[in-house]
């Protein structure tokens, strides 16, 4: 059964009931509203978990960057990486840092929609690219 | 071999070593050619998107949560939770001269196993139509080369005129007879190096038609050597709504090109009715909502911002034109339909082919009172102008009479008259398909019609008997035909040239 507006609505407000005033998500606070929703149960409870479970995790991927890395040296770049990325954001970063033997060197992060990449496997898809 | 390696060296040489930076999405839905996809919060409507594989697709939907994109290849590689790209480009296509005598497809790669084209260029598909002040009036002929439209519903250069009929009323040979007509005169105007010559390059989107229909074009165009002047668009039946949605503005596009350039160009859209049923099947499947005949609310503009894009340009901005002739097909002659009147009230006249003409043998079957050219008068030529001025009226009323003269016994002789002279104009506008007649000749036969020289021919015998003239005409008379070329007039010196021309024509015909 699809969403309706409503329950979007709804669960795009539950999102904002999560949040701290820093932008991040209280785990309090999702706690409260859970309990909340088992009590009141409104109709279709199951499509708005879903689409609140989802929101929060869409909320988590802008401040939780993602940095895979390839090559041997890519490790000891993460820090610098989120020095950077904190420089440029509002509110504060989390990393995940990930060895993904596939960039062959370089290195990939990932925070939110945005993906910046400067690794030789996007290089070598580039050149693919043009002779095509 | 060393070339092949310098290429690549140089290839990778000019490769960016800079990060990219891309905003990504995910496929959350995926059906008849069309992903919804999430994430992708910086595309831009129209913007190119990039699925795995090397997928191309289109952002055409910006909801709130998610972005409905159509699908421009084979989508059965991809699958939910694939990747997606935003690209930061609209899709464009290559232009040029370089596409002349090819056949490419809705995004302008060739598909005639002629090789790659050799072009630099490219437009974006979609553009805003020329404004008011780039423009100006119709003021310069364009021959079909088929008498009963060149005479009676004249196209002028810029002009959009729709070509709207029934299946199988001779919809598709009209705007090929035009084309062909084209070439015709591009080689003649080329070989006669005249430097004010302005030569109409041919754009031909065949839109939801079999293969074997483009074939046979294709191969029409091309026994009559008229390919050189002729890019195809071709979006098949086969192909996918997205590339049928998307292929009458790449050839928009490329005819584009040639108007910006100031050249002449001449685009065919065969035809919007399926245009509109394609684009119907994308706004379905993504959930627009709908409105009459389940067409979307946009349906109109779909149209209107492709067709308006078609215009006369003034000399301050280079003096090209692009000429559209859009292909409707109605149902059961039903003008009344929706997208038959939508089309008819954006373009500058319309060409009606009547089935039941068309069953008598009447071709072209053009309807006299449901065809109108509303601006290609002013560009038709003085000579021809003087000729066929009152040929519509005549045979407007010669319709009317043989209709109520089929429960008259006894007719007056006026009467009699006039519908003696419509039945031979009638006949003298049968022509063959893919056999276009100069104007300088159409001019000269119906000349010889006006001034009475049909009239003791015995009516069945007329299509033969102007067949008989045309080719006098081309031949022997040469001189009466030449002089209207060359001064687009009919001075009372050519007339009398032409009198004795068709005095000793009308001694050997037999």
Redesign the interface.
Same mark, same amino acid.
């Given at each position: 059964m699809p969403a309706t507006i409503k329950q979007r609505r709804l669960a795009k407000s539950l999102l904002q009931l999560s949040l701290s005033d820093e932008g991040r998500i209280k785990r309090n606070s999702v706690e409260e509203i859970l309990e909340s929703l088992r009590v009141s149960r409104p109709t279709g409870l199951v499509t708005i978990l879903r689409l609140f479970l989802h929101q929060i995790r869409r909320h988590e991927y802008t401040y939780h960057a993602r940095v895979e890395y390839g090559g041997k040296e890519g490790e000891k770049l993460s820090e610098k990486i989120l020095e950077k990325l904190n420089q440029n954001s509002s509110k504060a970063l989390d990393l995940t840092v990930i060895d993904n033997p596939k960039l062959i060197a370089g290195c990939k992060i990932r925070l939110g929609d945005d993906v910046y990449e400067n690794s030789i496997s996007d290089r070598l898809n580039k050149l693919q690219k043009t002779f095509l | 071999m060393s070339s092949i390696t310098d290429l690549i060296r140089k290839?990778?040489e000019n490769?960016?070593? *800079?990060?990219? %930076?891309?905003?990504?999405?995910t496929i959350t839905t995926l059906a008849d050619g069309v992903a919804k996809v999430e994430?992708?919060?910086?595309v831009m409507f129209n913007e190119m998107v990039e699925f795995p594989n090397?997928i191309l697709g289109i952002a055409l939907n910006l909801e709130? *949560?998610s972005v409905g994109c159509v699908l421009l290849g084979d989508t059965s590689s991809l699958k939910e939770g694939d990747e997606v %790209?935003t690209t930061g480009k609209l899709l464009s296509v290559p232009v040029g001269k370089a596409l002349l005598g090819r056949v490419v497809d809705a995004v302008g790669r060739p598909i005639d196993g002629k090789g790659t084209i050799d072009s630099d260029q490219s437009f974006p598909v979609e553009r805003i139509a020329p404004g008011i002040i780039p423009r100006k009036s119709v003021d310069q002929p364009l021959q079909t080369g088929i008498m009963a439209v060149d005479s009676m519903v004249p196209i002028g250069r810029g002009q959009r005129e729709l070509i709207i009929g029934d299946r199988s009323t001779g919809k598709t040979t009209i705007a090929i007879d035009t084309i062909i007509n084209q070439a015709k005169i591009n080689k003649q105007g080329e070989k006669s190096g005249d430097p004010d010559f302005r030569p109409v390059y041919c754009i031909y989107v065949a839109l939801g038609q079999k293969n074997s229909n483009v074939a046979r074009t294709i191969k029409a165009l091309e026994e009559k050597g008229a390919m050189e002047y002729v890019t195809i668009v071709s979006a098949p039946a086969a192909d996918n709504p997205a590339n049928q949605y998307l292929a009458p503005y790449s050839g928009c596009a490329m005819g584009e090109w040639f108007m910006e350039n100031g050249m002449d160009a001449l685009i065919v859209y065969d035809d919007l009715s399926k245009h509109a049923v394609a684009y119907r099947q994308i706004s379905l499947i993504l959930k627009r909502p709908s409105g009459r005949e389940a067409y979307p609310g946009d349906v109109f503009y779909l149209h209107s911002r492709l067709l308006e894009r078609s215009a006369r340009l003034n000399e301050n901005s280079g003096n090209g034109s692009l000429t559209a002739l859009p292909i409707i097909e109605t149902q059961m002659g039903d003008v009344s339909g929706y997208i038959p009147t939508n089309v008819i009230s954006i373009t500058d006249g319309q060409i009606f082919l009547e089935t039941d003409l068309f069953n008598k043998g009447i071709k072209p079957a053009v309807s006299v009172g449901l065809s109108v050219s509303r601006v290609g008068s002013a560009a038709q030529i003085k000579a021809y102008k003087k000729v066929a001025g009152k040929v519509k009226l005549e045979l407007a009323q010669f319709r009317e009479l043989a209709a109520f003269s089929q429960f008259e016994s006894d007719l007056d002789a006026s009467t009699k008259a006039r519908l003696d002279r419509g039945a031979r104009i009638v006949e003298m506008f049968k022509q063959g398909a893919y056999n276009p007649v100069p104007v300088e000749v159409q001019t000269a036969v119906m000349w010889g019609m006006q001034n009475d020289f049909f009239d003791s021919i015995a009516v069945d015998d007329i299509t033969r008997s102007v067949e008989s003239l045309k080719e006098y005409l081309s031949t022997q008379g040469k001189e009466p035909c030449e002089e209207i070329y060359n001064s687009g007039k009919l001075e009372e010196s050519t007339e009398q040239q032409l009198r004795s021309a068709l005095e000793d024509w009308k001694r050997t015909f037999s």
């Open positions: - | 290839e990778i490769l960016s070593t *800079d990060a990219t %930076r891309t905003n990504v999405g994430g992708l919060s910086k090397n709130e *949560d %790209r």
